[in-house]
């Protein structure tokens, strides 16, 4: 049974948010912003049109995600209520907290993304350390765990680009992950991902390390301008192959572009490289790597104007000991966040995509680092 403590703790949070989010200056914007998308010749310009209409749907997430919140702890209160008169049992209350309490830390977690891209779907990038099949073995592990937490939290997951391993795995794989605020929630899953365990692929059973490291970008829509110079792009074409290639040896659908980069900041140049196999159109796949160099570019940009930068800048890190982010142990059943020090021992619950405990960790680490900046 609950205390009154913690149900003056879920009452307490619950105005908070409601002052945090300025619910009541937001009840006022989305009516002045619902008007504008009945003004005569709205839907002349679609482009603009969608944005403003994104911006009405962005506001009502907030004011609805909020009156759940004040709803069930107001079913809460009143439970309690309930209980002294005998009308409730205590399961009914403690269920009923649950439900208040996680509905409370779900918005105040997402009351931590407030940088410019964190609302976007996002780009995410895995590749094999060295070490061959052991390595590779360990990417395509990471990147199922990657698709359970998006089919967890009902994000539609896209498989854009797979290279196969050797033997086994894969060395490397492009996915987009969309669904409300995709990158805020994983841009913390950036860096290396160090795996210790006692190998299948190894007849002694020794006890070997594997490295993967993980980047990424928020996926931008066309409401965003970016610009790209053609002349830097060059193109290939090639047949798709491997498992789950389309048109194998018949059509070259696979696309490749290259970008040649200069870093207006610094100077420093690089070769972007991009690969889609998506679908069996070479258009469609040419769009969509368009789409994935101007999320680059655009990541890019960010990096020079967002306070994190050295934190994105941890999924470019070179593969090997000293830089990895977490550390998963199989045989001593831990997960370890070196960065936050969580940590937990349902490495089971962890691959198959319970990661929200280390999510909500980075961004509360996060918030407090932001915070610290901001008084000095």
Known sequence: MITAEQLKDVLDRTEALKRYL??????IQ???EQLRTQAPGFWDDPKKAEIQMKKVKDLQAWIDGYKQVRALA???????????EELVTEQEVDENYTKALQAVESLELKNMLREEADEMDCVLKINSGAGGTESQDWAQML??????WGENNNYKVTVANLQDGDEAGIKQVTMEIEGPFAYGYLKGENGVHRLVRVSPYNAQGKR???FASVFVTPLIDDSIEVEINPALMSWDTFRSGGAGGQNVNKVESGVRLRYQFKDPYTGAEEEILIENTETRDQPKNKERALQHLRSILYDK????RMAEQDKIEAGKKKIEWGSQIRSYVFDDRRVKDHRTGF????????????????IKSYLMSFAESKEKENML
Request: hydrophobic share 40%; aromatic share 8%.
């Open 74 to 84: 107001d079913e809460l209160s009143l439970a309690m209520d309930f209980f002294k």
């Open 301 to 304: 940009e960010l990096q020079h």
């Open 343 to 358: 940590q937990t021992s349902d490495v089971n619950g962890v691959m198959d995509g319970g990661i929200d405990g280390f």
């Open 143 to 148: 990147m199922r765990m990657y698709m359970r």
């Open 22 to 27: 300025n619910i009541d200056s937001k009840l």
């Open 208 to 210: 070997m390390t594997s």
């Open 30 to 32: 989305v009516e002045e």
